[in-house]
């Protein structure tokens, strides 16, 4: 069975930084469109970046344009979300998934920023 596995959430203070990683059991992360979704407490899950197969596109979502920035590492079979000017509003819990083609998800990194 695939197991998503998300680390590198923390505890940061507003404007300050972490860099998420994600990697998968039995998958190979490089081999498919991926994707970034976060949940913050009491609200659903927000999609919040994602990066095709080739790596040659990315997108995200208008609320994080300019500040995280998504990028994989094949041969360390690794995904990462690079998370600058962090907000308050960006605490959630981080997932990372194949886009639209989801295995079971993960426990998720917490990222909590405070004010």
């Known amino acids: 069975e695939v197991q998503m596995v998300e680390s590198g959430g923390g505890l940061v203070q507003t404007g300050g930084s972490l860099k998420l990683s994600c990697t998968a059991s039995?998958?190979?992360?490089?081999?498919?469109?991926m994707t970034w979704v976060r949940q913050a407490p009491g609200k659903g899950p927000e999609w919040v970046s994602a990066?095709?197969?080739?790596?040659?596109?990315?997108y995200y979502t208008n609320s994080v344009k300019g500040r995280f920035t998504i990028s994989r590492d094949s041969a360390k079979n690794m995904l990462y979300l690079q998370m600058n000017s962090l907000k308050p509003e960006d605490t959630a819990v981080y997932y990372c998934?194949?886009?639209?083609?989801?295995?079971?998800w993960g426990q998720g990194t917490q990222v909590t920023v405070s004010s």
């Open positions: 039995e998958f190979t992360v490089g081999d498919a469109d």
């Open positions: 990066i095709n197969r080739g790596g040659s596109n990315v």
């Open positions: 998934n194949v886009l639209s083609n989801y295995f079971p």
